[in-house]
């Protein structure tokens, strides 16, 4: 049923609550997983332009956490590649979705209403209305 996993990975403890579930689904379904941190900070936002930034800390941070993440879900034995995105992050995980060819988006919600999804923005609200794949959302546990 599933063959490729995209895994949006935001770099906070909120993925410790979405990576079981996603280990859970590539064992059944024997797929990869995608793992995708989009970085939006002004440097990486910026990155493609004529200014030519050098690479920030955040985006090296980032990097790091793919790297050391894809690298223990390798050892436990699944199929998993990771990428850094650099933009707008629901733009991010839908052009990844669509490149990788994925048959399924996995998030987690932080469980923002009304003023916090005006103030923080909801990717998973832009990323649910444009998606023509499913998504497997996971409501992060508060820590």
């Known amino acids: ?38 970085a939006d900070g002004w440097v990486a936002r910026h990155f493609a332009s004529s200014l030519q930034p050098a690479e920030s800390e955040e985006m090296k941070s980032d990097r790091d956490y793919l790297e050391t993440t894809a690298a223990g879900l390798a050892a436990a034995g699944l199929k998993v ?19 990788e060819q994925c048959d399924l988006i996995a998030m987690t919600t932080h469980g923002h209403r009304l003023l916090g999804d005006l103030f923080y923005g909801s990717t998973i609200e832009t990323v649910r209305h444009r998606s023509h794949i499913p998504i497997f959302v996971v409501r992060a546990e508060r820590r």
Do not use: C, K
């Not at 049923?1 to 770099?11: F, K, N, S």
């Not at 590649?81 to 490149?99: C, D, K, Q, S």
């Open 1 to 38: 049923m599933y063959q490729r996993i995209l895994v949006a990975l935001d770099h906070t403890p909120a993925d410790e609550s979405l990576l079981p579930h996603v280990q859970a689904l590539a064992r059944r379904f024997e797929a990869e997983l995608i793992l995708l941190h989009v």
């Open 81 to 99: 590649r990771a990428h850094l995105a650099l933009g707008n992050p629901p733009a991010e995980i839908l052009r990844a979705a669509e490149r």
